[in-house]
Structure formats: structure tokens, C-alpha cells
């Protein structure tokens, strides 16, 4: 009987995990291998904060699930994971509905003989009252989306009001000093200095504000001091506003209540502090962290049932005694890429290798103006970088995920598309 395979989420861990078994183990029919995805299509979610000031048309680098599966060997589904019933190995997923509330699809249950919980994480509030109903968020395509509308009414209102001889300001204010904080502060500068050439001339850097809030002492707390010395000086330069040691304490509408000072006003918030797995995981009978996310042993079993595995954000898998592997894209490629080799290495009968993490340091990008990092060769030997090389090593990053997705020769000509369409599509999307 062939082994039946189930990954529940197509994102950087799990569409890596599905390609690559659909190719080794799905072509040659020793497993069937199911990946289910509640969206039909894949952005690499580290893009999203380009999707959300308009740098990138997601069109041109969404990936459709369906026609990866038919090349990679492995079997699609679209549908919301709601339950797990590990007893009986079947997971349960929701009925799809159209936009008007009909049903498409109605819910369905699915064995498994192996489970793989990859369904990634999404921002953690911690508690703090009016998140939810007064800020954007970008954990998903929708959602960056959404605020990219809003965004772009943002932009015509105030240039029509500075226009109109209105002393007019837009006012942004980002809630997280960390990667995906810092890089929309610099991804909406760079957007705004190009709405010019777009025929909104009126508002212009003087024009716009963006405020950045961290709770901690400094931003990027995962890059060393000097670098995130570095990344806030530059961003001041931009003309960012930057407070840091100062949790927010309340979101009102427009408004950031801080623990300290003056609340901050902005037309739009985007809270973008912390990690966490989705609720959902709450209900499954596997044991999970205060964050949601479920334990894994070191072979990436959930700690409660070794049929179940998990990768990527919604997976705690400890390093050490005292430290987590971290919420990130390399962390889920690494698990998708070790739980692929255990499971090939169980067919033919040989033992699995316990998950060894290999940090290889963090980049972030500050849009067009540069980009910081460290790049770790081992656990002593670490190099910070700066400027053209730390953006081309950022741009690989992504340019590895399509690696594992599609084989070098595919990357290098989705890497010529992406050139050809910087030349010939707009720069920014206004639509
Ligand atoms: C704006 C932004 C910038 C980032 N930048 C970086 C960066 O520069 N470098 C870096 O290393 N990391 C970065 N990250 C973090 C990185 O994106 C994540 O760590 C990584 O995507 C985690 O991969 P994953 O496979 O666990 O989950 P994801 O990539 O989030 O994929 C989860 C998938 O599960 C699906 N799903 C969720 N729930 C369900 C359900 N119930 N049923 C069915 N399907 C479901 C989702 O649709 C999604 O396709 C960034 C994140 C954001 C938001």
C-alpha cells in the first residue's frame, strides 16, 4: 500500500517539502504526497512587505499550486485545515464558500499515514487592546493587499488636498522594529519618491511621515549592535522617525497609546511585532507552546505524536536548552530540506539524522537605498555586510527558494523575467 503523505501548508517550508518528495517519492508511486493549501497560489511570504507599498506586482511572482503539483509529482487540494484527529489519522478541512456565502466545496475529512503541519505563523498582538480592529497586518497575500489599497486611496486623497492648496500630511506608523518593520518603513519611503513620474507630484517627502515603534532597546535585535546602529541612522536619513523603549500600550483608531510620551497619530498602522502559530493549533491535542507553536523532538515529531510532524513558524524546535530555532524562511527551508531526507533515508531503511539548525546569519533589505546583515560562516566566525553586497545576498535568498522549487535553469530564467519586467512594467504599482 502506498504510503499517504499529507503537508498542510504551501508556504516556505511546506511547497519546498511537497516539491521534493512529489519528485522522489510521488513520480515513482511509492508514496502519495498531498500538499493542502487554503489559497490556490504561493508568494514566498518574506515579499509581502513589497506587495504592501506597491515595489512588487504579485501577479508576476505568485506560483500556482496546481501547476507546481503537476510537475513536481505531488497531489494538490485547496481547503482550511479546522481539525486533527490523531486517533483516527484524518484531519478535517472547512467547507469553501464563495465570496457570496455559497457553498463551493463542503467540508472534508482525509487520512494520512504521515502528517506535516507547516501552516507557518501569524503576528502576535501580545493582548494589546485595539490591534486587532485598528491596524494592518501582513501575514498573508490578502492582507498586503488590503493595505496596499488603502494605501494608494491614501496617496490620492493627500495629493489632491496638497493640490488643492491644503497643507496635508500622510502619516504611517509601524509597530516592530525587526526585519519585516524596518523593511516596509524603507520599501513606503523609496514608494514615495517615485509617485512623480507617476503624475502625483504634489506629495512628495515633505509630505509623508512614517513613524517606527519598538518596544526594545534597539531595532533588529537578532543583528549585532553596530548594524542596527547602521540600519537606524539610515533610516533617520530617509527621514523615518524612529522611537525605540517604548511599548505600545493601546491602538485607537489612528492612534498609537505608548507607555511613555506623546501617542504617535497616523492615517494607517501596520503592526508588525512578533510571532506566533495560528490558534488553530490549540485544539489538536498536541502540546504546544504559550505562542501556540507545536514542540517538536529532533526529528521534527510533534513531541505527542511521532505519525505528526511540524516545520517552519508553527513548529518550536529547540536549539538548545535556553534558545528556539527562530521564526524565519531559512529555518523552515532547513526543516523542509532535513524532514525530506529522514523520510527518503525511512524508505530505504536507514536511520534518520536529528535536525541540526546552521544559522547563516540574517539580512534585511532597506529597499533600493541598501541593505545590512551578517552572514555567519560558523557559530564563531561571523561577517557583517553592508550596502551592494548585503542586497545581492538578500535578493539570493529568494532566488534559493526558487531554486528548490523549480532546479537552477528555471530560477535563472525566472531571474531574466524579473529583469525584463523591471524594464518594461511600471516601478511601482498604483492599481
Ligand atoms: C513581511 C515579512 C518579511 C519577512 N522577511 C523575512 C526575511 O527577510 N528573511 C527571513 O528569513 N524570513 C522573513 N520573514 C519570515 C518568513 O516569511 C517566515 O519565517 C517563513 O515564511 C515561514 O515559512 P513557513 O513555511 O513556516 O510558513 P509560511 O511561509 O507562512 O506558509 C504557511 C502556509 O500555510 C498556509 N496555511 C496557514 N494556515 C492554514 C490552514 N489552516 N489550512 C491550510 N493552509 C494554511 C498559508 O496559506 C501559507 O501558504 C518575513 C515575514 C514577513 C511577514
Known amino acids: ?122 503576528t502576535a498582538d501580545f493582548g494589546t487592546p485595539g490591534v486587532k480592529e485598528h491596524s494592518y497586518f501582513l501575514d498573508s497575500l490578502r492582507q498586503a493587499d488590503e493595505f496596499h489599497e488603502h494605501l494608494l486611496n491614501e496617496f490620492l486623497r493627500v495629493d489632491q488636498s496638497i493640490e488643492d492648496g491644503n497643507e496635508t500630511t500622510l502619516s ?9 518593520g524596518v523593511e516596509l518603513a524603507a520599501e513606503l519611503i523609496h514608494s514615495v519618491s517615485l509617485l512623480s513620474i507617476y503624475g502625483l507630484s504634489y506629495l512628495d517627502q515633505k509630505h509623508f511621515k512614517v513613524c517606527l515603534v519598538e518596544a526594545g532597546e534597539r531595532l533588529l535585535p537578532a543583528l549585532p549592535e553596530r548594524l542596527s546602529t547602521s540600519v537606524e541612522k539610515k533610516l ?3 527621514g523615518v522617525e524612529v522611537i525605540l523603549d517604548n511599548p505600545v500600550t493601546q ?19 501596520v503592526w508588525a511585532a512578533g510571532v506566533r502559530a495560528p490558534d488553530v493549533t490549540k485544539g489538536w491535542g498536541l502540546k504546544i507552546r504559550k505562542n501556540n507553536q507545536i514542540e517538536v523532538n529532533d526529528y521534527l515529531q510533534s513531541v505527542s505524536d511521532t505519525s505528526i510532524y511540524a516545520i517552519g513558524d508553527c513548529a518550536a524546535c529547540r536549539i538548545d536548552d535556553e534558545r528556539w530555532v527562530p521564526p524565519r524562511a531559512q529555518s523552515a527551508h532547513q526543516m523542509a530540506e532535513c524532514l525530506y531526507r529522514n523520510i527518503v533515508r525511512g524508505y530505504r531503511q536507514q536511520p534518520a539524522k536529528p535536525f541540526v539548525y546552521k544559522d547563516r546569519g ?21 561577517m557583517s555586510v553592508e550596502g551592494t553586497m548585503a542586497r545581492w ?38 492599481h
Open 251 to 269: 491602538v485607537q483608531e489612528n492612534t498609537l497609546v505608548l507607555s511613555e510620551g506623546k501617542p504617535v497619530q497616523a492615517n494607517l498602522i
Open 393 to 430: 545576498a538578500y535578493a539570493s535568498l529568494y532566488r534559493m527558494h526558487q531554486r528548490a522549487l523549480h532546479g537552477w535553469w528555471k530560477m535563472f530564467l525566472l531571474l531574466m523575467v524579473d529583469r525584463l519586467n523591471h524594464v518594461v512594467k511600471p516601478r511601482l504599482k498604483l
Open 1 to 122: 500500500m502506498q504510503e499517504q503523505i499529507v503537508i498542510v501548508g504551501g508556504g516556505a517550508g511546506g511547497l519546498e517539502l511537497a516539491t521534493m518528495l512529489g519528485r522522489k517519492l510521488g513520480r515513482s508511486k511509492q508514496a502519495k504526497v498531498t500538499l493542502i493549501d487554503r489559497n490556490s497560489t504561493h508568494l514566498w511570504k518574506p515579499l509581502l512587505h513589497e506587495v504592501a507599498s506597491g515595489a512588487l506586482d504579485s501577479r508576476l511572482a505568485e506560483l500556482d499550486y496546481r501547476g507546481q503539483s503537476a510537475r513536481a509529482g505531488f497531489q494538490f487540494m485547496i481547503g482550511t485545515l479546522e481539525s486533527v484527529n490523531n486517533h483516527q489519522k484524518t484531519i478535517q478541512l472547512a467547507a469553501i464558500r464563495d465570496a457570496q456565502g455559497r457553498e463551493v466545496l463542503a467540508a472534508r475529512s482525509l487520512s494520512y499515514d504521515r502528517l506535516i503541519l507547516a501552516i507557518g505563523g501569524v
Open 172 to 180: 504611517l506608523a509601524i509597530v516592530g522594529g525587526g526585519a519585516t
Open 236 to 238: 533617520k536619513s530617509l
Open 362 to 382: 540574517s539580512l534585511v533589505s532597506l529597499s533600493r537605498f541598501s541593505a545590512v546583515g551578517n552572514l555567519m560562516q560558523s557559530k564563531s566566525l561571523s
